[in-house]
T-cell receptor, first 113, second 112 residues
Framework: DGGITQSPKYLFRKEGQNVTLSCEQN?????MYWYRQDPGQGLRLIYY???????QKGDIAEGYSVSREKKESFPLTVTSAQKNPTAFYLC????????????FGPGTRLTVT | SQKIEQNSEALNIQEGKTATLTCNYT??????LQWYRQDPGRGPVFLLL?????KEKRKERLKVTFDTTLKQSLFHITASQPADSATYLC???????????FGAGTRLAVHP
């Protein structure tokens, strides 16, 4: 899990509530990512940021929002507009030096009922 | 659109045998291809990267091939062990390498 912290590991929310997932890194990487993983499925990119105060939508950004005010932090908010928010959420950073390895956090398992 | 295909069926093999996993991609030309390992409930961990001009790359018991004509990478684990049981993901890189897209992964189960 390296220098990436995600908290909490498990999160429970009621439907209709917004929830923010934390991601902090001390790897000094500029690029940060949020992925969603559903049971038995691969990683789907939600948002990514290459530099502070800038971020881009991934393939499934609807119902999510992010901010990148500090290099170390890239929080993800799951809004009530996300239809199926229950999933395993992974934050990652990427090294800009070859071989461009991505480092992943331990993940947050979000359950919305 | 860019598409990455990995065997969705789990691969079951006997300890000591060689496991071979396949990654096929379409609609892009990656300059590099990465392989990651993911254990249940955890984030993926980087294993190795192969360049488009490399036919083969080895790291300990791992071997990766990259055929840009077939648009395919093969991932081999020789002398497999139960501890190798995990899901293996491939991730072709192209463009500015900023947007990494993963295959769905193949689950490998090595039986004693």
């Amino acid at each position: 899990d390296g220098g990436i912290t995600q908290s909490p590991k498990y999160l429970f929310r009621k439907e209709g509530q917004n929830v923010t997932l934390s991601c902090e890194q001390n790897l000094n990487h500029d690029a940060m990512y949020w992925y969603r993983q559903d049971p038995g499925q691969g990683l789907r990119l939600i948002y990514y940021s290459q530099i502070v105060n800038d971020f881009q939508k991934g393939d499934i950004a609807e119902g999510y929002s992010v901010s990148r005010e500090k290099k170390e932090s890239f929080p993800l908010t799951v809004t009530s507009a996300q239809k199926n928010p229950t999933a395993f959420y992974l934050c990652a950073t990427r090294d800009t030096v070859f071989p461009y390895e991505q480092y992943f956090g331990p993940g947050t398992r979000l359950t919305v009922t | 659109s860019q598409k990455i295909e990995q065997n969705s069926e789990a691969l079951n093999i006997q300890e000591g045998k060689t496991a071979t996993l396949t990654c096929n991609y379409t609609n892009y030309s990656p300059a590099y291809l990465q392989w990651y390992r993911q254990d249940p409930g955890r984030g993926p961990v980087f294993l190795l990267l192969i360049r488009e001009n490399e036919k083969e790359k080895r790291k300990e018991r791992l071997k990766v091939t990259f055929d840009t004509t077939l648009k395919q990478s093969l991932f081999h684990i020789t002398a497999s062990q139960p501890a190798d049981s995990a899901t293996y993901l491939c991730a072709p890189l192209s463009g500015g390498y900023n947007k990494l897209i993963f295959g769905a992964g193949t689950r490998l189960a090595v039986h004693p």
